[in-house]
Every structure is written in structure tokens, then in C-alpha cells.
């Protein structure tokens, strides 16, 4: 070859990569502004992206490099983060771990790599602005193939507007943490137990309440709230349009500040096919519940020539929303009643179990934390005695110690390993039941034996367990509003490994705990602005035990890094980034740690984040140019 055809090879072939380069990089604006909420029954001030909350749906391409200039035009400092994404930790949008944030006034580019795909949502995370309306949806597109086919698609933004801003409600729930509760029980309650289950019992289970200084209406911190989608109340009827026969992708996503929604279409099967924008293999559901800031996406194929509700009512049942899926604009879909509100019980409090781990069931002088901070008497784990399991060995005496001193008969499990290789993969979350319980394979997955469905080892006696990730006998416990199937953390299924599955090199004990009289959430019973760091190594794979202490369900967030949930299926493990704990329930994840740098950790319920329950994490060694550099005396943003 002369030296002329190969200068021009190489400059052809530099051009051809400047162009491919070109091509997978995208540029992208987007604003700060001071917006009005309304929702058709009250308007507020609010905050916005490009004059709008919510925000646009952010469009991108798996393998893209993205460019993304923020300018604030708010009088105080903000910040956006791309929940659920994976890039540099100083490109994450926390203030104090990530970065200082954006001052008024001034712009701040954002620069990534896009290595995945899915639907995922943004949101700023300085002080209360994205209950405020700062809030926008994401959604990738892959390089490859999707394992699943559908004719058009929408984005399904759910939130809990309401019409305080969110520092008047922080105020009013450190003055008076039931401020919001509008489910009060009251003395025609009592006169309606009394009849039902006899004075004396009425009376011994107001007094427990009494003592704990709660109540069983206590499931959501806030009420009042408008539930919305895409911006949209009931009213204001926000509607898709299909033709008959489509197959119709709708992309859920929770950006609320504290509500959890049940969501169903009447009339319409739903098949979930991904979860927090991973794959999972289809599960046919009619109802689901998304916690705050999880995305599901379902796809649903109307046939006939109507109108269908897409209905969502708040787990605490004060608030729907209803949207509609339709053939033709104007067309509104029948909104089903709110039903009866659930009520928490004594499994909700941890009285079954006390959110125990029954991997190693080391639990004695373990004492029930009360919302006030006290411990209640007479819950001391190591007189309490739950059957003197021990999960490593499968050693069981055949009885049960339950709080008043007496036994119940239980089963023997000598000689039976539930070691499940060191990872107890085959434990029932709510740590009381185990189904299906068999031999780990190689690569982790269980082979079925004898089933243990509807064994419980809490304190509560023999009861029908309906999902594993509820405490038994929970009020909380989900059932299809049609009597059908509702979607349960049992039921996902990575669709493709992420990670090749391996034992976890350690494990992290976070004790969700808190203090409802003085409303202050915390981890470990420490609030965030006086814990150390989580400190992890790079390279190793940490197994999490989440341990609901608490009578609120928490959904668990961790930047940065894929939550593998732990649902028994070794490594076809769902991949998520929230993970959802339920009141007395015990919970694990996984987490291969891939990411260097300094990440947010925390509940996403706005409220208990900014009053506590959140942590640093700080990821050591790895590639040089991507370590943490270590930052202080930084304000971080909830």
C-alpha cells in the first residue's frame, strides 16, 4: 500500500468513528422554573422543568453519551437526579455526595454514558422541590431487541400533589406527626369493635394501641394529597388512545413524595415485563402495587371499542386517581369506588416476629422499639424464644416460646439444611414461612423439595401467609380488587442475569427504625446527621438486611449501584434499584459493588429521608480515575 491510500485509510476510517461517535451522542436542555400546580380542585405554586411539572419525557438510546444542560431559574440553589441510571457518581445530582448543586442563576452540564435501558424517571434532590413538582420521566430505548412486542406506548407518571408545599408540611409533621391523619378512630369505631369482638377485647386493643402511642390508621404519614397522572387529576381525565386489538406498553412510574398506589384497569389483564427497567419474565397480574419511586411497565391488549380506567387508589385508600385508556378523545371510563381502608395490626408492629433475622436468630436482649423511642417490655427475643430455630444448621426444637410463657407445638427440622449455600436464598422474607423450600444449585437457583408453606415462626401461631413480603396476619397484605391475582416481589424473575451469580462477601445490617412522637426516621436508630459512612470495597459482592423496625413501609433506594432482591431464585434474582419493606418484615438484597465514588442511601419517602433515614455510602478502590474523592461539611439535599 503507498503512502497515499494509507493516509486516506486512516483519515476515512478517523471520519467513519467521528460520525459514529457523533451519532451516539445527544445533547439536551432543560430548565429550573417557578410553575403553578393545579389540579383542578386547588392550585399551588410549585417548581417545574421547562415551564411544566411535570417535566418532559427524556428520550434516550442505550449506548448514547449525553449531554445535558440545566439552567436554574429558581431564587434558590437545585439539582437533578437521574434515578435509577448507572454513570459517575459526580454526575448522580445528590448535593453533598455528588456535588455542591446548581446555584440560582447559573447552568450546570451534566455528561454520561447510557448503559441501559428501561423506563426510569428524574427528580431534583434539594430540600422538598420534587414534592414541590420537580419531578420528569426517562425513558431508553435499547441497541438490541426487546423479548416482548407491542404497537405504541405511554409514559404513566403517578404523584401525591398537595396543597401544601413541602416545607409547611415538614413543619406541621415534626408539630404534630398525625397533622395529616384523617382516618381518626373514633368512639362509634370502638362502640362497632365492642360489638364485634366483645368489650374486653375492644378495650385491651385500644390500650395496646394506647401504649404504643399509635394507631392502626397510621399507614400513610400524609393525607389531603391529589393523586395525579401525568399531571392530571380525575377531572382532568389524562387519556391514551389505542385502536382495538393493540398491544398497548404503559410505563408506571411513582414519583410521589410519600403515597404508595394499588393500580388495576378493570376489564383489562395486565402482564408485567419489567421492573425498576430491568427485564423480568411476564407474570399475567390484574392488580399491582408500586411503591414510591419504583416503575413497572405492563402491557395490555384492549379488544373492544371503549373506555378503560386506569385506576390508582393510595394504600392507605384516601385518594385515586383515574386516568383512561380510550378509543377517541372526550371518551371517560367509569372511576371504581375507593374501598375500604385497610388497618394496620399487631404483625404490623412487629409483634409477630420482630422483624427478626432467622439466618442466624441471634436476637436475644432484642427489645420492640416504640414510636416514642421507648422498648417495649416484656419482647426480649432471647426469652422470647421463636422456636429456637437456627437457619444454619436447621436445628429446631419442637415447640414455640410465645410472649406470655407458653409453648406451641411446632415441627422438628433436624438435619435439614436451610444454609441454602450461606445465603438462606430459600427464607421467606417476612423471615416466618418457607414454600417450596429445596437444594441450591450451582448457579443458586433452588430445586424443589418439601414445601414449608404456611409455617410461621412468629410469635402470632399457625396462619395463612398470602405474600411473603407482608408480615402474616398484616393489614397491609394485598388481594386483587376482582379476586384475582396481585403482583407480589415472589412473582419476579430476572429475564437475563446481570452479574454471574456468586455468594456475597459480607453482610450489612440496617435496622429501619424511627421516632413517630418527635418524627424523626432513622437507620440503626441514628439519623443521618450523626452516622458515619457506609463504607463498601469495590469489587465485592454485600448482601443488605433490611429489618423493619417501624409500622411504615420504607422504599429503600441505593444510588449508583443494581439492588438484586432476594426472592429465593438465586441468580434470576429481580434487579431493582427500590426495594420495598414492609412494616415487621425482614428483607434482603444484594448489591455487586461496580461503582467507585460516594452514593445517596435512603428511604424515598421524602419526609423520612429529610428527617433522617438516609446514609452515605462510600465506595473504596477501584479504577483511579473514578475513586471518591472525599468530601465534607457539604449540606445534602433529602
Same mark, same amino acid.
Given at each position: ?24 451522542? &445527544? %445533547?439536551?436542555?432543560?430548565?429550573v ?18 415551564? @411544566? ?10 449506548? #448514547? ?6 439552567v ?19 454526575q ?11 446555584p ?9 454514558p ?15 422541590q ?6 420528569g ?37 415534626k408539630? =404534630?406527626? *398525625? ?9 362509634? !369505631?370502638?362502640?362497632k369493635?365492642?360489638? #364485634? ?42 387519556t ?36 425498576? &427497567? ?7 397480574v390484574? #392488580? ?5 419511586? %419504583?416503575t ?7 379488544k ?22 380510550a378509543t ?32 442466624? =436468630? ?6 420492640h ?6 422498648? =417495649? ?55 416466618t ?13 433452588i ?17 395463612? #401467609? @398470602?405474600?411473603?413480603?407482608? /408480615? ?7 388481594? /386483587? ?11 419476579l424473575?430476572?429475564? $437475563?442475569?446481570?452479574?454471574e ?24 436508630g441514628?439519623?443521618?446527621? !450523626? /452516622? ?6 469495590y ?26 432482591? *432476594? ?9 431493582k ?15 455487586e459493588?461496580?461503582?467507585p ?11 423520612? /429521608? ?5 446514609? $452515605? ?7 483511579? *480515575? ?13
Amino acid at each position: 500500500m503507498s503512502l497515499w491510500l494509507r493516509r486516506a485509510f486512516v483519515l476515512g476510517a478517523g471520519l467513519a468513528v467521528a460520525l459514529t461517535s457523533a451519532a451516539n451522542a &445527544g %445533547e439536551y436542555n432543560l430548565t429550573v422554573d417557578p410553575v403553578i400546580v393545579d389540579t383542578g380542585t386547588f392550585k399551588r405554586t410549585g417548581i417545574g422543568y421547562n415551564g @411544566a411539572t411535570p417535566g418532559p419525557v427524556l428520550r434516550f438510546t442505550e449506548g #448514547e453519551d449525553v449531554t445535558i444542560n440545566v439552567v436554574n431559574n429558581l431564587d434558590e440553589t437545585t439539582s437533578i437526579h437521574w434515578h435509577g441510571l448507572i454513570l459517575p457518581f459526580d454526575q448522580d445530582g445528590v448535593p453533598g455526595i455528588s456535588y455542591p448543586g446548581i446555584p440560582p442563576g447559573e447552568t450546570f452540564t451534566y455528561r454520561f454514558p447510557i448503559v441501559q435501558n428501561g423506563t426510569y424517571w428524574f427528580h431534583s434532590h434539594s430540600g422538598f422541590q420534587e414534592p414541590d413538582g420537580a419531578y420528569g420521566s426517562i425513558v431508553i430505548e435499547p441497541k438490541k431487541r426487546e423479548p416482548f412486542q407491542y404497537d405504541k406506548e405511554y409514559v404513566v407518571q403517578l404523584t401525591d400533589a398537595h396543597p401544601h408545599r413541602g416545607n409547611r408540611i415538614m413543619r406541621n409533621l415534626k408539630m =404534630m406527626p *398525625d397533622y395529616y391523619n384523617r382516618q381518626q378512630r373514633t368512639l362509634f !369505631d370502638f362502640l362497632k369493635d365492642a360489638r #364485634e369482638k366483645g368489650v374486653d377485647t375492644a378495650l385491651a386493643d385500644r390500650a395496646a394501641w394506647g401504649d404504643m402511642r399509635m394507631m392502626p390508621t397510621d399507614i400513610e404519614d400524609l393525607q389531603g394529597f391529589t393523586p395525579l397522572i401525568n399531571g392530571k387529576s380525575t377531572e382532568q381525565n389524562w387519556t391514551g388512545l389505542f385502536k382495538p386489538g393493540e398491544r398497548v406498553r404503559l410505563r408506571f412510574i411513582n414519583s410521589s413524595a410519600m403515597a404508595y398506589f394499588d393500580v388495576r384497569i378493570p376489564g383489562l389483564k395486565m402482564t408485567v415485563v419489567q421492573a425498576d &427497567g430491568n427485564n423480568v419474565l411476564p407474570v399475567p397480574v390484574d #392488580e399491582f402495587r408500586i411503591a414510591v419511586a %419504583e416503575t413497572y411497565d405492563v402491557l395490555v391488549q384492549p379488544k373492544e371499542d371503549q373506555a378503560y380506567a386506569i385506576f390508582a387508589e393510595s394504600m392507605g385508600r384516601t385518594a385515586s386517581v383515574r386516568a383512561t385508556l380510550a378509543t377517541s378523545e372526550g371518551m371517560v371510563a367509569d372511576a371504581p369506588e375507593l374501598r375500604k381502608p385497610s388497618l394496620l395490626t399487631m404483625a404490623d408492629m412487629g409483634m409477630a416476629h420482630e422483624g427478626m433475622d432467622h439466618g442466624s =436468630m441471634s436476637m436475644g436482649g432484642m427489645s420492640h422499639t416504640m414510636p416514642d423511642g421507648r422498648a =417495649m417490655q416484656g419482647m426480649n427475643h432471647g426469652a422470647m424464644n421463636q422456636g429456637q430455630t437456627n437457619h444454619g444448621t436447621g436445628q429446631m426444637s419442637d415447640t414455640h416460646k410465645m410472649p406470655d410463657g407458653s409453648s406451641m407445638k411446632g415441627m422438628s427440622h433436624a438435619g435439614t439444611d436451610h444454609s441454602g449455600g450461606g445465603g438462606m436464598p430459600t427464607m421467606k422474607h417476612d423471615g416466618t414461612a418457607m414454600a417450596q423450600e429445596g437444594h441450591t444449585m450451582p448457579d443458586g437457583s433452588i430445586m424443589k423439595g418439601t414445601s414449608h408453606g404456611g409455617m410461621n415462626h412468629g410469635a402470632q401461631g399457625m396462619m395463612a #401467609e @398470602a405474600d411473603s413480603f407482608y /408480615a402474616p396476619g398484616s393489614g397491609l397484605t394485598p388481594s /386483587a380488587a376482582n379476586g384475582g391475582k396481585f403482583l407480589s416481589y415472589d412473582d419476579l424473575r430476572a429475564q $437475563k442475569p446481570l452479574y454471574e451469580y456468586r455468594e456475597a462477601t459480607r453482610e450489612v445490617e440496617l435496622r429501619l427504625t424511627g421516632n413517630m412522637e418527635r418524627y424523626i426516621w432513622s437507620i440503626n436508630g441514628i439519623k443521618f446527621a !450523626d /452516622a458515619d459512612p457506609i463504607r463498601l470495597k469495590y469489587g465485592e459482592r454485600v448482601r443488605f438486611k433490611f429489618v423493619n423496625e417501624t409500622m411504615m413501609t420504607h422504599p429503600m433506594h441505593l444510588h449508583g449501584m443494581w439492588s438484586i432482591l *432476594d426472592t429465593g431464585k438465586g441468580k434470576w434474582n429481580p434487579i431493582k434499584h427500590v426495594v420495598s419493606v414492609a412494616p415487621g418484615t425482614t428483607v434482603f438484597m444484594e448489591t455487586e459493588v461496580d461503582a467507585p465514588g460516594q452514593w445517596a442511601f435512603h428511604c424515598h419517602l421524602s419526609y423520612h /429521608a429529610d428527617s433522617g433515614m438516609f446514609r $452515605k455510602v462510600v465506595v473504596e478502590g477501584g479504577p483511579k *480515575d473514578k475513586s471518591a474523592a472525599t468530601t465534607t461539611n457539604m449540606k445534602t439535599g433529602g
